[in-house]
């Protein structure tokens, strides 16, 4: 279900009503509406309020609160980009009852709907779900026989085998059903996963980076280049399970090893600014679980950050 864009949301300090140079997030966007023209190069903002596939995965819940709780605290944000860059909320993507797949097909078809808008989507999860719906919509917006990369900041593979689709089976889903799909995974967690996993991870061909051998230097920055110059096109996912959980505790699965917001903040700006990828997401974030909306605050900037990579991107080619 489509819920429109709350501009109550968007509210904060205001410097100035004139000077856009002293502008904050809340007075430069624009909600509209999924059938609005949103303009080429727009940093657009979906939500997707959905937890369902976190319970099937037994996690802890309350990550669908996230999104609006993240957008209450980017509207207060120094708003850096140029005054004809279009910042659009378009609402939030609600998963209704237990109809996860639905909800994961409807985000789908928003994001494909920015995509051929020539915006950039920048998706607000939900579980890590949502990764599976911002796959759909980028593989809509494609065809079938374009190669796309998945780029996973994330301390777990999420490739288990289940009964039925969860927030730990994504890539697993989309690797076994598309020959034109690979996965990078930044970050993951040897106490994170299990033997088994490791060799299922081998058997799916994917490639991975472990926490403690993550940085920004040249090696990882080329591994990252190599990956990104295989495809046509390349999502970028972040879990922020990820992040250490003194920097990070409202997540539903807190890793007391994480990595490094500041690290994170870096390989989202780098990658963001790598010119074939079209789309990012967020996901985990759980306010209920918060502790002084610290994970929502880094949240906020981590988007904000991405955001930047992308508006980058646009002014390089103008």
Known sequence: MHEQAKRQLWQGRIDSETDFDSFRFHQAI?????????KPHAL???????????????????????????????????????????LADTGNIV????????AQQELGNHVEHLLRKSASPIILGGGHETLYGHYLGMRQFIGPDKTLGLINIDAHFDIR?????????????ILENDVHAGYLVLGIQSFGNTKALFKQADKLGCQYILAENL????LTKTVIDEFCDRYDYVLLTLCTDSIAAQAAPGVSAPAPFGLDPLLVRNLISY????????SFDISEVNPLLDENGRTVKLAAYLVAEAMDGFADKVMEKE
């Open 44 to 86: 657009a903002i979906v939500g997707f309020e959905c937890e369902e596939g976190v319970r099937r995965n037994e996690g802890r819940l309350g990550a669908k609160h996230a999104p609006d709780e993240i957008r209450k605290t980017l509207a207060s944000l120094p708003y850096h980009f140029e005054q004809d860059q279009q």
């Open 161 to 173: 085998e289940a009964d039925a689709p969860s927030s730990g089976t994504m890539f697993r889903q």
């Open 95 to 102: 998963c209704v009852g237990k109809n996860l797949e639905q």
């Open 215 to 218: 940085s920004t230097d040249p």
């Open 271 to 278: 990658i963001t600014r790598k010119a074939n990828i079209r």
């Open 30 to 38: 624009d909600c509209v509406e999924p059938e609005d023209d949103v």
